[in-house]
T-cell receptor
């Protein structure tokens, strides 16, 4: 248990559906992240938020829409996805964005997304 | 950010020490070495981090060379549950923003 909870753990959606992934952290952190991990590939950073403000959008297509209503919650809204978007989506949090030295990033267990 | 290189895969006998190397030859003085692991189908798990000195916690030991150009993660008594992908990354000390990038890591297989 890392203190970062993701729901749902598994999601199957059609290409015309709209769904959302939810992440909640119970660590009192101010920074939250979305990563994508496709089969047999390294983690790819998607979005970064600090104090509810987006500070990084790593060239992610607009069919992925993040939302951070407060520092404890992060959503990833999904619409008109493609089969190649099927992957493990990981949420993470850290105390701040500012560097290392005890500012460890903690990950959730991930949401497995399958687009059919 | 400095980059790291790790062997693609390694095997280790159960009960023996697993020594996972990482090369970070371009590391700068203000960068930490962090290790994470990812067990299949789960999120990455933090293991340990260090700057210059060797570090030990309940999970592992981290040995950093004096020139800081490489490090070794040691799992003292590997178990089957230690089979995972191990990531070595470098992260800057406090700066305005630290973008954390993961490489492909080392796939460790612990063999019975």
């Amino acid at each position: 248990e890392t203190g970062v909870t993701q729901t749902p753990r598994h999601l199957v959606m059609g290409m015309t559906n709209k769904k959302s992934l939810k992440c909640e952290q119970h660590l009192g952190h101010n920074a939250m992240y979305w990563y994508k991990q496709s089969a047999k590939k390294p983690l790819e950073l998607m979005f970064v938020y600090s104090l509810e403000e987006r500070v990084e959008n790593n060239s992610v297509p607009s069919r992925f829409s993040p939302e951070c209503p407060n520092s404890s919650h992060l959503f990833l809204h999904l619409h008109t996805l493609q089969p190649e978007d099927s992957a493990l989506y990981l949420c993470a949090s850290s105390h701040t964005l500012q560097g290392a030295g005890g500012n460890t990033i903690y990950f959730g267990e991930g949401s497995w997304l399958t687009v059919v | 950010d400095a980059k790291t290189t790790q062997p693609t895969s390694m095997d280790c006998a159960e009960g023996r020490a697993a020594n996972l190397p990482c090369n970070h030859s371009t590391i700068s003085g203000n960068e930490y070495v962090y290790w994470y692991r990812q067990i299949h189908s789960q999120g990455p798990q933090y293991i340990i981090h260090g700057l210059k000195n060797n570090e030990t916690n309940e999970m592992a030991s981290l040995i950093i060379t004096e020139d800081r150009k490489s490090s070794t993660l040691i799992l003292p008594h590997a178990t089957l549950r230690d089979t995972a992908v191990y990531y070595c990354i470098v992260r800057k000390m406090k700066t305005s923003y630290d973008k954390v990038i993961f490489g492909p890591g080392t796939s460790l297989s612990v063999i019975p």
